[in-house]
T-cell receptor
Framework: QKEVEQNSGPLSVPEGAIASLNCTYS??????FFWYRQYSGKSPELIMS????GDKEDGRFTAQLNKASQYVSLLIRDSQPSDSATYLC???????????FGDGTTLTVKP | KAGVTQTPRYLIKTRGQQVTLSCSPI?????VSWYQQTPGQGLQFLFE???????NKGNFPGRFSGRQFSNSRSEMNVSTLELGDSALYLC????????????FGPGTRLTVL
């Protein structure tokens, strides 16, 4: 079992729809959770970090964390074609610079 | 504030050679982590340096090594290159506290022929 698992994808949604990306992790000591977006040929860029159970909203993005279920998700509202990218979930055990990444979910938003 | 910079951006080497990659973190950041990204294995952690000391290490062979200088800049070295070392090497910087956000540089694309 991988330490961090994401929807295998690819995920395709129409423009304006809500895209839902999911991530589960196996180690209960994990404390910090991150969502990165990676465009093809580029490096990952941070979208959101979340540390406590519940929801965290930033513009069109909402991260949700449930430590009891070992589950973190990212919702993208009003999806735009520019949101088309691979989304990476990262988990950190408060072990400073060592994060474990999922394989990513590729999202395509169709105009 | 300037972001993370990596040099060179692209490298082509042949098997058996060695390579050195460089990373300059965001000003004020003391932690530099290195990751390897390949289509088959995804993003995998290589090692992390903090205050010139290796603080964390991933499961890579000893051919992969690194160091950090007093100004927090870091270098990564791969000796005796293999075809499977072809990858995007990413450097990430953070302040160095547990759970801090890591910010990635643009990466170095290494091709081993």
């Amino acid at each position: 079992q991988k330490e961090v698992e994401q929807n295998s994808g690819p995920l395709s949604v129409p423009e304006g729809a809500i895209a839902s990306l999911n991530c589960t992790y196996s180690d209960r000591v994990s404390q910090s959770f991150f969502w990165y977006r990676q465009y093809s040929g580029k490096s990952p860029e941070l979208i959101m970090s979340i540390y406590s159970n519940g929801d965290k909203e930033d513009g069109r993005f909402t991260a949700q964390l449930n430590k009891a279920s070992q589950y973190v998700s990212l919702l993208i509202r009003d999806s735009q074609p520019s949101d088309s990218a691979t989304y990476l979930c990262a988990v950190n055990k408060n072990n400073a610079g060592k994060s474990t990444f999922g394989d990513g979910t590729t999202l395509t938003v169709k105009p | 504030k300037a972001g993370v910079t990596q040099t060179p951006r692209y490298l082509i080497k042949t098997r058996g050679q060695q390579v050195t990659l460089s990373c300059s973190p965001i000003s004020g950041h003391r932690s530099v982590s290195w990751y390897q990204q390949t289509p088959g294995q995804g993003l995998q952690f290589l090692f992390e340096y903090f205050s010139e000391t290796q603080r964390n290490k991933g499961n890579f062979p000893g051919r992969f090594s690194g160091r950090q200088f007093s100004n927090s800049r870091s270098e990564m070295n791969v000796s005796t290159l293999e075809l499977g070392d072809s990858a995007l090497y990413l450097c990430a910087s953070s302040k160095g506290q547990g759970g801090d956000t890591q910010y990635f540089g643009p990466g170095t694309r290494l091709t081993v022929l």
